[in-house]
């Protein structure tokens, strides 16, 4: 049985407040519909998506989607006045007999994999499904300003979307309520005609909905901070004759994924100090890129996991301490990127960058080192958008503490099994530049 996401982009952004639909607000280098039309096409579980539109805004939509060559949307239609009818549009456009059908708001573009597939799966059981989460709040019922009833918090729900149903039983509710016009959402209709139990998924809490213009400023800290998983499924063997250029190759987790891509057939080159690039001088880096290029005819991915950590409160480290810190850890990065690009455009390669987990709070005593690194989080995500058109793929790889020479030599001997290794760190650095990720923090962990 095959499965629809259809996504209800039809709003018209009235309670938003603007001129411009909430569904095509950017953020984060994309409009909220391309965030989550994204979420579907990456999904296993979805076989088609249907996306339903202000007819007045189909010329937008039309423009995105070629922009970005999504291989699962296809339909683009235009929905109705209000989110009943647009629901409706949408469910009667599946021409299967039977089917299971996820409806989701777009308004919604931190939906995870994770309840995707929990809501496909509650389907091969139940005909309608819900995603809720637990309120934390109490609830109060109110008339004229007065409490009328407290209901026990620990039945209550805040509901959320996806809303998933098979497609007759929900075209059955939509016929019996063809004059109703006291209408929530699909799920209440399965409950007000006694179609069937509505079963609950749990959500999440990220998965917010964009309603207000405050909403996009929390929605842009949690694109900013949120990571993405490590891609599992790339092999390996496709490293087979890529070139690739590692900025602080010979030490740590650079050596590693040198020595890793030379393991299934990579052409690696590793710059540092030791070799005579010294990533803080722009000409170096650009003059070792030129040699590589000149030998190689190409470039398709460049590493910059070079970096340095130092401990000591600001007050009492020498200004030039200080500076040698920014140069290394944040201006190689921008040195490397700005050289990289001409290159990386051939081939439409991929740029990795790194940080650490200290990147998304300042650390005492690591004022310089927490700071660059989340500029480096947004020097990736910037530079992920800018450069999209010419389809170069940048992202963050973001370790936790990890066993390298450089911790070492910060931290002293730690107790055995409490960092992560390396090597791990290199295998998802090299499945990320095997994907199609792009703009994505990407965590490494030791689980």
Known sequence: MKNYGIILASGTGSRYGT???????????????????????????????????????????????????YKKVTKLLNGGAIRKESSFIGINAVDDEEANVIIHDCARPFLSQRIIDDCVKALEKYNAVDVAIPSADTIIKVKNDIIQKIPERKFLKRGQTPQCFKLSVIKKAHELSKNDSNFTDDCGLIVKYGLGEVYVVEGEGENIKITYPEDIFMADRLFQIRSAECPKEQDLEDLEDKVIVVFGGTSGIGECIVNLANVYGAKTYSASTRTGCDITNYESVENYLKEIYSKEKRIDLVVNSAGILRMG???????????????????????????????????KGSLQLYASSSYTRGRSLYSTYSS????????????????????????????????????????????????????????????????????????????
């Open 19 to 69: 001129d411009i639909p909430k569904q095509f607000i950017k953020i984060a280098g994309k409009t909220v519909l391309e965030h989550t039309i994204d979420i579907f096409e990456k999904s296993k579980q979805i076989d088609e998506i249907f996306v339903i539109i202000t007819p007045e805004y189909r010329h937008v939509a039309e423009d995105l989607l070629i922009k970005n060559s």
């Open 313 to 347: 409160k600001l007050t009492e480290r020498k200004i030039e301490d200080i500076q040698k810190d920014i140069d290394i850890n944040y201006t190689g990065s921008i040195n490397v990127a700005k050289a990289s690009i001409p290159y990386l455009k051939e081939t």
């Open 372 to 447: 660059t690194k989340a500029g480096i989080v947004n020097l990736a995500q910037a530079l992920a958008e800018e450069l999209a058109d010419d389809k170069i793929r940048v992202n963050v790889i973001n370790p936790e503490r990890c066993a390298t020479p450089m911790r070492f030599k910060a931290f002293g001997k730690e107790p055995e099994g409490s960092l992560l290794e390396p090597e791990k760190v290199a295998v998802a650095s090299l499945k990320t530049f095997l994907s199609d990720l792009t703009g994505q923090v990407i965590d490494v962990r030791r689980v």
